[in-house]
C-alpha cells in the first residue's frame, strides 16, 4: 500500500514480479488502483420552465407551435401556386426568375415552419427532465421487449403527441404538404408525352453548322484552334432562337479542344470525326448534367468539378474517375471549303446524365 502524504488517499499498489513469469515470457509490470474513485454526481436541480408553472403560457406555446406548421403547409402549397403560376416551358427568363424565387421562397417557409415548430415544441412543450438510459444487448428477451413498449408509450404521454391532437394533426399536414412541391417539380424533367431519350439525342447541332464561340457566336475556324487551347462552343443560330433557348443551349454546349494528332487514340469507326487534332465533345457531365469545364492541357483530362468525374480526352473522353458511368457524346467535326470548323451530323447517343436512358 503507498500512502499519499497530501491528501491521505489511499492507492492500491499491484506489482506482478517477472520472476513469476520467466516460462511464458511476459514482462512484469505495475498496476496503480485508486481507492478513491470520483462519485457519480447526479442531475442538477430540475429547473421548471414558464410552460410548467403558467397554464397561459402553455397554451401560448401549443398555438405558436401548430401556427407554425399551419404556415409549412401554406407554404407548401404556396410553391406549388407558383410553380402553375410561373411556367418555365416556353424558355421566358423573367419566367424562370419568378418561379425560381417563389417557389424557392415556398419551399423554404415550408422547411423553416416545420423546423422551428418542432424545436419550440420540443423546448418548450415536452418533458425537459434528465434521464438515465442504460445500455442494454442489441436483442432482449420478451420482458425487455415489453419495457420497451412501455418506454414508448410513456415517451408519448410526456411529449403531448397523442394528447395535443391539433399539434399532432398539424404536424402530419406538414409533414405531408412538405414533399408535395418537390413531386410537381418532377414534371419539368421532361414532357411527359415525348421520349427524354430522343429528345436528349436530338440537338440543334446537324450537317453543315458551323462551330461558334459561347456567348459571342463567332464561327471558329480550324486555324484558330491552337494546340493545348480549349473553346466553349455553341451551334451557330442560337442566339438567335426566340423561345427555348435555355433547353437548346443545355443540350448543344460542347467543349472543342486541339491536340497533337498523334496524341489521339482513336477507334477505327471515330477516325473520322476529328479534324487534325481537333475534337468536339458534349459538356454536359454524364453523372448528374454538371457542366465539365475544366481542361488539364498536360494530361488531356476534362474534369467535373462537382462530383470530380474525370474523362480521358486522348481515348474519346472515357471515364477514368469518379461517379460518371460513360464518356462524353462526341460529336464529329470537319471543316467546310471556307475552312470553318462545322458538325458532321448530330450527336449519336444522348447528351446529359445516364438515368435518362432508363427512362426510355
Not at 427568363?93 to 424565387?101: A, G, I, W
Not at 413531386?183 to 421520349?195: E, T
Not at 470530380?308 to 471515364?319: A, G, I, L, M, P
Not at 469518379?322 to 471556307?338: C, F, H, S
Request: hydrophobic letters at 40%; proline letters at 7%.
Amino acid at each position: 500500500m503507498a500512502q499519499d502524504a497530501k491528501n491521505g488517499s489511499t492507492d492500491a499498489v499491484v506489482a506482478a514480479s517477472g520472476a513469476g513469469h520467466a516460462d511464458d515470457g511476459l514482462s512484469a509490470g505495475t498496476a496503480v488502483i485508486p481507492a478513491d474513485a470520483i462519485p457519480n454526481p447526479g442531475h442538477p436541480p430540475h429547473r421548471k420552465r414558464v410552460t410548467d408553472t403558467n397554464p397561459k403560457k402553455e397554451k401560448r406555446a401549443e398555438r405558436t407551435v401548430f401556427t407554425l406548421f399551419f404556415l409549412s403547409i401554406i407554404g407548401s402549397i404556396g410553391a406549388i401556386a407558383a410553380y402553375i403560376a410561373f411556367p418555365i416551358e416556353n424558355g421566358n427568363h423573367e419566367m424562370v426568375r419568378m418561379s425560381t424565387l417563389f417557389v424557392g421562397l415556398g419551399m423554404a417557409l415550408a422547411l423553416f415552419g416545420i423546423g422551428v415548430a418542432a424545436i419550440h415544441w420540443g423546448k418548450a412543450l415536452m418533458n425537459d427532465k434528465e434521464g438515465i438510459d442504460e445500455r442494454h444487448p442489441v436483442r432482449g428477451d420478451d420482458a425487455t421487449r415489453e419495457e420497451a413498449a412501455e418506454i414508448f408509450h410513456l415517451a408519448n404521454e410526456e411529449s403531448g403527441f397523442g394528447r395535443r391532437t391539433l399539434i399532432r394533426n398539424s404536424l402530419i399536414g406538414a409533414l405531408v404538404a412538405f414533399p408535395l412541391p418537390g413531386v410537381v417539380l418532377l414534371r419539368s424533367l421532361a414532357p411527359h408525352d415525348q421520349d427524354p431519350v430522343a429528345l436528349l439525342k436530338e440537338t440543334m447541332w446537324d450537317k453543315g453548322v458551323r462551330l461558334t464561340r459561347d456567348p459571342s457566336g463567332t464561327p471558329i475556324k480550324a486555324s484558330d484552334v491552337t494546340i493545348g487551347s480549349v473553346f466553349h462552343v455553341i451551334p451557330e443560330g442560337l442566339n438567335e432562337l426566340e423561345h427555348d433557348k435555355l433547353n437548346a443551349k443545355a443540350k448543344a454546349i460542347v467543349l472543342l479542344m486541339r491536340l497533337k494528332p498523334e496524341d489521339l487514340i482513336e477507334d477505327e469507326n471515330r477516325k473520322g470525326w476529328s479534324y487534325d487534332g481537333i475534337v468536339a465533345y458534349s459538356k454536359v457531365c454524364t453523372h448528374v448534367g454538371c457542366p465539365v469545364a475544366l481542361y488539364e492541357q498536360q494530361t488531356h483530362h476534362l474534369l467535373c468539378p462537382c462530383h470530380q468525374s474525370q474523362f480521358d480526352v486522348t481515348r474519346h473522353c472515357e471515364v477514368i474517375f469518379g461517379p460518371a458511368k460513360r464518356p462524353l457524346p462526341q460529336l464529329p467535326i470537319t471543316v467546310n471549303d471556307e475552312g470553318y470548323l462545322v458538325a458532321q451530323s448530330d450527336f449519336t447517343e444522348p447528351v446529359g446524365p445516364s438515368f435518362w436512358e432508363r427512362l426510355s
